[in-house]
């Protein structure tokens, strides 16, 4: 029985630590705004497999499209089409590097996600 235990326990905890996303403090947030600088924080870092999400709390419709989907020859990592007013964007997690995005309605809405191999620092836990 208390074998039976642990080994719940062990798929528990194997499960909490790769899917962060349950715990949804672990998440990095981003919000959208009408004004410069568009997406707060600009620069938001993020450790790799943690989730992002952006929310839209303007009355304007945007996106949150990756570089590389608006560029030949490169990979499209992530893309929320139309994200309406109210609404938002969750990405589940992506390996470390640096993502430049941009609004696809805005141009001049530009931000930059870091994701680091490093776990998330001890005050975010
Ligand atoms: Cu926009």
């Given at each position: 029985m208390n074998r039976l235990f642990i080994m719940s326990l062990a798929v528990w905890v194997g499960t909490a630590v790769s899917w962060p996303a349950t715990g949804a403090s672990l998440s990095t947030q981003i919000l959208m705004e009408d004004g410069s600088p568009y997406y707060v924080p600009v620069t938001a870092t993020v450790a790799s497999g943690h989730p992002v999400r952006w929310d839209n709390p303007t009355p304007t419709h945007h996106t949150v499209t990756h570089v590389g989907c608006l560029e030949e020859g490169t990979a499209c990592l992530f893309d929320s089409g139309t994200v309406p007013p109210g609404s938002q964007f969750t990405?589940?997690?992506?390996?470390?590097?640096?993502?430049?995005?941009?609004?696809?309605?805005?141009?001049?809405?530009?931000?930059?996600?870091?994701?680091?191999?490093?776990?998330?620092?001890?005050?975010?836990?």
């Open positions: 990405i589940p997690g992506l390996p470390a590097g640096r993502y430049a995005y941009h609004c696809r309605i805005h141009p001049i809405m530009r931000g930059m996600l870091v994701v680091t191999d490093s776990p998330p620092a001890p005050s975010q836990l």
